[in-house]
């Protein structure tokens, strides 16, 4: 699965949601209010990382397109 082949997904246990998606050569990351903001890859690990290593949100990672 390639970067632009997934849609990431980071739950709060209170239900508010990021997601982050690769976009052509960039990523953008979408609010739980809809607001899109761009960012970089670093910033998507910035974000990836502590979740994962914490626990605190639930990560799921789908595949889009093809």
């Given at each position: 699965m390639r970067n632009?082949?997934?849609k990431i997904r980071l739950i709060t246990p209170s239900g508010k949601e990021q997601v982050?998606?690769?976009e052509e050569d960039h990523w953008v990351q979408t609010s739980t209010r809809g607001i899109k903001r761009p960012c970089?890859?670093?910033q998507v690990l910035?974000?990836?990382?502590p979740?994962?290593?914490?626990?605190r949100v639930t990560t799921k990672v789908e595949r889009i397109g093809g």
């Amino acid at each position: 699965m390639r970067n632009d082949e997934c849609k990431i997904r980071l739950i709060t246990p209170s239900g508010k949601e990021q997601v982050f998606l690769k976009e052509e050569d960039h990523w953008v990351q979408t609010s739980t209010r809809g607001i899109k903001r761009p960012c970089t890859a670093e910033q998507v690990l910035s974000h990836l990382l502590p979740a994962l290593y914490f626990g605190r949100v639930t990560t799921k990672v789908e595949r889009i397109g093809g």
